[in-house]
């Protein structure tokens, strides 16, 4: 009987090591490069067909796509500035939903499962946001430590506590993404794990939930995708209005 | 399905405000922890941190459920 976790494990298929660092090509870094391939292979497909003004199955697929994205964006931080930002979030948007959608395939790695990529991309967009705010606001940036309208007794209380909370910001985006794909995928499996180990009169009852849990899994993926980028939309949004 | 709808966003909701406390708090007491090890103030950084973390938690709590807030009156309008 394999263990619920084991499809979280990494295993090396081509290794390289260069120098005492480990860069061997494993099945996690092998779904990174499908998910990449699936979406930029859409649309590219759709660009070199020739841009259709009345639009095909997946040309519409993908203009609704960019077209929520893009309200998303103008919405949080606005209109002129979310401009330069569209791509990016764009982006982050469909890697993650393409990487979350991925893991769903049976016999496949789900990425965004390990905390290092979540964390990685994270602590990237917290580095973003400070250089955003440091570049657009110089000096002035550390006001946002500074809520308005609190009284000056306040102060010395209120910047330990803003410090805390922007530090917060990367790692709950961070975790919050990476724990709700592991506790799905690991629901996933010890229901698979039940129902292949129960005689059949009794296996039947877990299996048809692995199939309600599945499309459960399918609305987490969108959900959790949307999450990430709204949030990574606020922090920049944050930083360019400064309250 | 709706009210299947309403129960799985309302459960995504406590998740999410719930990661926000638990992360800031954790934050605070790793460096009232720090602070400890470094200055050997033991005990007091941690407990600072700890009540700073939650303060903050708070903090982010509030400003994530105010964004909810804007959401929905968006939906209803």
């Given at each position: 009987m394999e263990s619920p976790l084991h499809h979280f494990e990494v295993h090396t298929i081509i290794p390289i090591h260069i120098g005492g660092l480990d860069l061997s090509i494993n099945n996690a870094i092998v779904a990174m490069w499908v998910g990449l391939a699936i979406v930029a292979g859409a649309f590219m497909l759709v660009v070199s067909r020739g841009v259709n003004p009345v639009p095909g199955k997946l040309q519409s697929v993908l203009e609704v796509a960019l077209e929520f994205i893009r309200s998303m964006v103008y919405e949080f931080i606005g209109e002129e500035e979310g401009k330069k930002y569209v791509p990016f979030i764009a982006t982050l948007f469909l890697f993650i939903l393409a990487c979350n959608l991925i893991?769903?395939?049976?016999?496949?790695?789900?990425?965004?499962?390990q905390v290092a990529v979540t964390g990685a991309i994270a602590v990237g967009i917290f580095i973003m946001t400070l250089v955003i705010g440091f570049g657009k606001?110089?000096?002035?940036?550390?006001?946002?430590?500074v809520p308005p309208?609190?009284?000056?007794?306040m102060i010395p209380l209120m910047i330990p506590i803003e410090i805390i909370s922007m530090l917060a910001r990367p790692i709950s985006l961070a975790v919050r993404l990476f724990a709700n794909m592991t506790a799905g995928h690991t629901v996933l499996a010890v229901l698979f794990g039940l129902a292949m180990t129960g005689p059949l009169w009794l296996g039947w009852l877990p299996f048809s939930f692995t199939i309600v849990i599945n499309g459960l899994e399918i609305a987490i993926a969108f959900i959790q995708a949307y999450i990430f980028t709204t949030l990574t939309c606020v922090y920049i949004g944050d930083v360019i209005k400064l309250h | 399905m709706s009210k299947n709808d309403g129960l799985r966003q309302g459960m995504q909701i406590a998740f999410k405000l719930g990661t926000e406390l638990t992360v800031a708090t954790l934050i605070g007491a790793l460096m009232g922890y720090g602070i400890d090890n470094l200055l050997?103030?033991?005990p007091w950084g941690l407990a600072a941190g700890v009540i700073l973390g939650g303060a903050a938690g708070s903090l982010n709590v509030y400003r994530a459920a105010m964004l909810l807030v804007i959401e929905e009156d968006d939906n209803n309008s």
């Open positions: 893991g769903l395939v049976p016999g496949s790695y789900t990425i965004t499962s606001h110089g000096m002035h940036f550390f006001g946002i430590l309208g609190i009284p000056k007794i | 050997g103030t033991r």
